[in-house]
């Protein structure tokens, strides 16, 4: 099976700008979740998307957004671009290990802001 | 509600052993261990969950600790492959939710 794919890899922005990511699943998987990955913080919990749902939110703010479509392919968007938005941004998506729930990462995109 | 890694970061000499601890103030169903090597995407190493048996892969190991809500994970052995930052990421209990503690940086050299 084809692992999870994200695209663009690389973006460089300027503040106040809007950006759109792309992630495409492993075939057969219907739960996608989005991460920022930043030194400082580590993995930081985005938004979980379950057959075109959202089903989880971690504390970001309105400008993050995200949808699903009926194919399982997820973008997420930030708007009004803000420095401290520069991060490695992390999606997975999830299958079945153990009868639970096991997330698989893609390379990530990894936005500059400028 | 972020798990706590110890120690932050643990550097080795091929053939030494390491251990990462992973805790949580809340009740867990389960923890998942990945490994994150530099300018790449976290990969799953293995999952625990309340209730199971320790599990294994290769020379890496772990371990869940229901009483304390702790999860550690051994390495032994290690290999200059194993170089890299584990994270763990916790499932409480009622939740399919994970969040991933801050890592730890495990750096081996020959």
């Known amino acids: 099976k084809a692992g999870v794919t994200q695209t663009p890899r690389y973006l460089i922005k300027t503040r106040g700008q809007q950006v759109t990511l792309s992630c495409s699943p492993i075939?057969?998987?219907?739960?996608v979740s989005w991460y920022q990955q930043t030194p400082g913080q580590g993995l930081q919990f985005l938004f979980e998307?379950?057959?075109?749902?959202?089903?989880n939110k971690g504390n970001f703010p309105g400008r993050f957004s995200g949808r699903q479509f009926s194919n399982s392919r997820s973008e997420m968007n930030v708007s009004t671009l803000e420095l401290g938005d520069s991060a490695l941004y992390l999606c997975?998506?999830?299958?079945?290990?153990?009868?639970?729930?096991?997330?698989?990462f893609g390379p990530g995109t990894r936005l500059t802001v400028l | 509600q972020q798990p706590v890694q110890s120690p932050q970061a643990v550097i080795l000499r091929e053939g030494e052993d390491a251990v990462i601890n992973c805790s949580s103030s809340k009740a867990l169903y389960s923890v998942h261990w990945y490994r994150q090597k530099h300018g790449e995407a976290p990969v799953f190493l293995m999952i625990?969950?309340?209730?199971?048996e320790q599990k294994g892969h290769e020379k890496i190991s772990a371990s869940f600790n229901e009483k304390k809500q702790q999860s550690s994970l051994y390495l032994t052995a290690s290999q200059l492959s194993y170089s890299g930052t584990y994270f763990c990421?916790?499932?409480?209990?009622?939740?399919?939710?994970?969040?991933f503690g801050t890592g730890t940086r495990l750096q081996v050299f020959p």
């Open positions: 625990l969950l309340k209730g199971g």
């Open positions: 998307y379950f057959s075109e749902t959202q089903r």
């Open positions: 990421g916790t499932q409480r209990l009622g939740t399919d939710k994970l969040i």
């Open positions: 997975a998506s999830s299958g079945k290990t153990d009868n639970t729930d096991t997330q698989y």
């Open positions: 075939s057969g998987h219907r739960s």
